[in-house]
Every structure is written in C-alpha cells, then in structure tokens.
C-alpha cells in the first residue's frame, strides 16, 4: 500500500535549480546562435565590398590599356574615381627602357574604402608603347 506522500504526482513540477539550469542552457545556445549569425553578416558585408572593389580596379583598369599610351601619365597619373563608398586612386609610372626596348608604364589601380582609406583591392599592370618597332620585342639569340 502506497502513502500519499510519495505518489509519482509529486515529482510533475520543476524545481527552481532545474528550471535555472534549463534558463542557462537556453541561453548560452542562443549567444552562440546570435554570435554565429553576426559572424556570417560580417563576413558577407566583408566579401561584397572586396568584389565592389575589384570591379572598379578592373573598369578603370580596361579604360587605362584602352587610352592612347602617350596620353596616360599626363591624363590619368593621381586621378581619383569615386564610386559610391570606394575611391579608386591611379598611379602610372614610367619605366626606363635598355636601349631598343619598347616603352613601358607601370598601371596601378588601389582602392580604397571613402570613410578610412582602409586598402581593399590592389591591381597591377604593365603596358608597352605598341609603336615600337618590331625589331625592339626580340631578345637573345
């Protein structure tokens, strides 16, 4: 025979420690739940600016090797191009030639983020003179 005080109905509720416990499980699952998810949201705003900023170093990139090559460094060395939060600062320096040799400019494109000139994307490019004759491009033997 069974006493009433120690019936299985007894044991139904939570005790204050159990649900405290439960509390603290919860919540540490959701930090690491919120923290992942931030994580993740920087990591894409991250990955977007950097192909912003790649295309914009390609563009300005294409308009260089397309313009007049006597024309580059006098039109276009220092020239910023801003484009919503990037700006895109043109460098070009000339690179003396050995006797013979085709003229060379140095092309590079950096940009940067507007608010803290924070380097995002950096391209790099050569470009000869094509009027050079022929003879100029063979080396060796």
Excluded: K
């Excluded at 460094?73 to 030639?97: C, K, M």
């Excluded at 085709?102 to 494109?109: A, G, H």
């Excluded at 022929?134 to 033997?141: E, F, K, L, N």
Aim: net charge neutral; charged share 20%.
């Amino acid at each position: 025979m069974h006493s009433p005080r120690f019936s299985s109905q007894a044991s139904i509720g939570l005790t204050l420690l159990e649900l405290a416990v439960t509390v603290a499980v919860i919540a540490i699952a959701a930090l690491g739940i919120v923290s992942y998810i931030s994580t993740g949201y920087a990591v894409d705003r991250e990955a977007t600016e950097t192909l912003a900023a790649q295309n914009l170093a390609r563009r300005v990139m294409e308009e260089l090797q397309e313009a007049p090559f006597t024309t580059l460094i006098e039109n276009f060395d220092r020239t910023q191009i801003v484009e919503g939060d990037l700006r895109a600062v043109i460098r070009i320096d000339q690179i003396e030639p050995q006797v013979g040799a085709p003229s060379l400019v140095r092309l590079q494109v950096t940009v940067q983020r507007r608010v803290d000139n924070r380097l995002l994307f950096r391209l790099l490019s050569l470009r000869a003179d094509h009027r050079s004759p022929a003879s100029a491009w063979r080396t060796g033997s």
